[in-house]
């Protein structure tokens, strides 16, 4: 069975109905009487706080917004197996309410802490035990942020652990060849973040490099391989990037949520008054086939499809991608490394024209024959409401920031490198990465189309 028409056999099994519902209106969440922030009357899960930020000298120097507080770190992890040596994944087709069109190609196990200890006292989580104490060998155990815009300091164990024994697929998963999910990576809204993430953080496997072929794919693939060398040194790029987080003057702080300014409260949701940015919505979830049959929820719901690329460039052969030292005030160490372009262009229509991202319009505006990569994938379902954004790989020939402080040429390889680490990239970069190793794999099939 191909994989569109097996997500869409699980998508039938495992239903889900969302239902817009007033914040005042959730039941198990309360409204802190004193603060205004949104707690589960668990107190577990997460909580809607506000957030006060100060950035001295720059073009926005000041803000409040509401944030998602989630202290706990949650497990994104994925089993591999090799058949006749070939790289096997053991995915997982899910639903989250936030998902625009019904169920994702997921990792195996995606579950914050409060769910796999069974706060909710649902069912328990599938494959668990693999990842809690891992059974098998471990190819990428790495603690990564996630939207620092969204999210206060949230973070997730990105896992994978290689099984030598047969596993047998539970009802709602499949194993799929390595090869053919990054193939889908292409596919609108098809593989889920959670996922894409893990697979960034995936070292290369055996043959992956190639050294033969032709194109842009072909470069890529070779690119991979350390030992083709790179415009910086890593240990430059790593001090560069040290000296922005020693030195970049950012002060984040929680706060009451209502306490944030230019904010309001109508209509059972949050929205800022310029209508921008995003709104906090509650939801009322129905699922069949979940750990939990049902439940209600805030989520964060953007306004506006975002825009997220990279210009890469060939460097003495060798595919260099432009990644930006970025500020959120959500991150843990203030600054990460993001694609060259990270943006929703509609938030900056009300603010000074120097708070415009650089380089919107060298992606935006690329020859086709220039674009490498370019489709729409969303966020992750089930904190973000059809949250979206077009993620693209646009290829240069000449540097068009040379010097700039916040950029640097980053070889392909070596971003592979710093997703051995924590909080090197941040999570539309490991996307991009994702969606990059793609490309070096191109696809034996159509794959356009997605699960509609």
């Not at 957030?51 to 926005?60: I, K, M, Y």
């Not at 090799?82 to 309410?97: D, F, I, T, W």
């Not at 430059?236 to 904010?263: C, F, H, K, M, Y």
């Not at 070889?411 to 996307?431: I, K, P, W």
Request: hydrophobic share 40%; glycine share 10%.
């Amino acid at each position: 069975m191909d994989v569109h028409e097996w997500l869409r056999e699980v998508a039938g099994l495992t239903r889900m109905r969302v239902t817009p519902l007033p914040l005042e209106e959730l039941a198990g969440w309360r409204e802190d009487a004193a603060t205004g922030d949104l707690r589960h009357a668990s107190g577990r899960f997460f909580s809607v706080e506000g957030l006060e930020v100060h950035r001295p000298g720059w073009a926005v120097s000041a803000w409040s917004q509401p944030i998602l507080h989630q202290p706990e770190a949650g497990i994104l992890g994925i089993l591999l197996r090799r058949v006749e040596g070939v790289p096997y994944l053991l995915m997982q087709a899910k639903n989250e309410p936030g998902n625009p069109d019904g169920a994702q190609l997921s990792p195996t196990v995606q579950a914050t802490r409060s769910n796999y200890t069974r706060v909710h006292q649902g069912k328990a989580v599938p494959y668990l035990d693999f990842f809690r104490q891992p059974r098998g060998r471990v190819l990428a155990d790495v603690r990564q942020s996630e939207q620092g815009a969204w999210f206060y300091r949230k973070r997730n164990r990105n896992m994978v652990v290689e099984v030598a024994g047969e596993v047998e697929a539970a009802e709602g998963f499949r194993w799929l060849p390595l090869r053919r999910v990054r193939e889908l990576l292409s596919v609108p809204d098809l593989v889920n973040m959670d996922a894409r993430t893990v697979l960034a953080c995936l070292p290369v496997q055996d043959g992956e490099h190639g050294d033969g072929g032709e194109g842009f794919g072909a470069a890529v693939a070779r690119s991979r391989d350390p030992r083709r060398g790179s415009r910086h040194h890593t240990a430059e790029l790593l001090s560069w990037l040290s000296g922005i987080r020693s030195t970049v003057d950012v002060q984040a702080r929680t706060v009451p949520l209502n306490q944030v300014s230019r904010w309001r409260r109508a209509g059972g949701r949050i929205s800022h008054e310029t209508g921008r940015f995003f709104d906090v919505i509650g939801v009322r979830v129905e699922a069949d086939g979940r750990e939990v049959v049902g439940w209600d929820q805030p989520m964060i719901a953007p306004v506006g499809t975002g825009v997220v690329g990279f210009l890469v460039r060939r460097i003495s052969g060798v595919v260099h991608a432009l990644a930006h030292a970025r500020v959120e005030p959500g991150y843990t160490d203030v600054v990460e490394l993001a694609p060259t372009v990270q943006c929703t262009p509609g938030n900056y229509d009300h603010l000074p024209s120097q708070a415009r991202p650089p380089l919107l319009a060298e992606v935006l505006d690329a020859p086709p024959e220039r674009v490498r990569f370019d489709t729409v994938l969303s966020e992750e379902g089930g904190r973000f409401y059809h949250a979206r954004n077009r993620y693209l790989v646009v290829e240069v020939d000449e540097d068009p920031l040379p010097g700039h402080p916040a950029f640097r040429w980053i070889a392909l390889h070596q971003l592979d490198e710093l997703l051995r680490h924590s909080y090197y990239l941040n999570v539309q970069a490991r996307t991009l990465n994702a969606c990059l190793h793609g490309l070096a794999h191109p696809a034996r099939e159509p794959v356009s189309g997605g699960v509609r």
